[in-house]
């Protein structure tokens, strides 16, 4: 079952801007996770978020959640042509042992 | 290094002829788990493995085996390939008790024909 639905499915920026994605979950969750994919590459762990944290910084990376509304943004400052990938959010439900992946959001950053 | 590693990186099969997916990790992980990536429809849990001799189905088990013998180890095995399996697979691992992300592994192309 699919728990977290990414949006925009895609995005296309200029090197420099700020790029925002954005993640609606279903259910009660322990914490909630952010993953990079380089085109057909095994997934990097960018980021964990606590279900009572509301928002979270590392680098360039700026992660919120709101759990009133089921949802998180995930905030790269500044991108690089080396932020261009898949980024995925993932939650882990209560009284589950999985880690549900949403779909994705594919980010092009242009030089 | 710390990692996941999965071998094969490509396979190409029959369909029917059985075939072994490798995935071990050198971090001690007691959490062990098998994904399959497919467009559209992001990444699916198969199986899953809390420690050894401890396995559970996740959301897409059919048409899959997994076991856990030793702890660096959680081979997926397909009994009779079919062409609905074909899929980039990814072998994830994490240490429980404490909140961590995953470590996957760099993935394997399975394509049945």
């Known amino acids: 079952s699919q728990q977290g639905e990414e949006d925009p499915q895609a995005l296309s920026i200029q090197e420099g801007e700020n790029a925002t994605m954005n993640c609606s979950y279903k259910t009660s969750i322990n914490n909630l996770q952010w993953y990079r994919q380089n085109s057909g590459r095994g997934l990097v762990h960018l980021i964990l978020i606590r279900s009572n944290e509301r928002e979270k910084h590392s680098g360039r990376l700026r992660v919120t959640l709101d759990t009133s509304k089921k949802s998180s943004s995930l905030l790269i400052t500044a991108s690089r042509a080396a932020d261009t990938a898949s980024y995925f959010c993932?939650?882990?439900?209560?009284?589950?042992?999985?880690?549900?992946f949403g779909t994705g959001t594919r980010l092009q950053v242009f030089p | 290094e710390a990692q996941v590693t999965q071998n094969p990186r490509y396979l190409i099969t029959v369909t029917g002829k059985k075939l072994t997916v490798t995935c071990s990790q050198n971090?001690?992980?007691?959490?062990m788990s098998w994904y399959r990536q497919d467009p559209g429809l992001g990444l699916r849990q198969i199986y899953y493995s809390m420690n050894v001799e401890v396995t559970d189905k996740g959301d897409v088990p059919e048409g899959y085996k997994v076991s856990r013998k030793e702890k660096r180890n959680f081979p997926l095995i397909l009994e009779s390939p079919s062409p609905n399996q074909t899929s980039l697979y990814f072998c994830?691992?994490?240490?429980?008790?404490?909140?961590?992300?995953?470590?996957f592994g760099s993935g394997t192309r399975l394509t049945v024909v």
């Open positions: 994830a691992s994490r240490k429980t008790g404490q909140v961590y992300g995953y470590t």
């Open positions: 993932a939650t882990d439900p209560y009284n589950t042992d999985k880690l549900i």
């Open positions: 971090m001690n992980h007691e959490y």
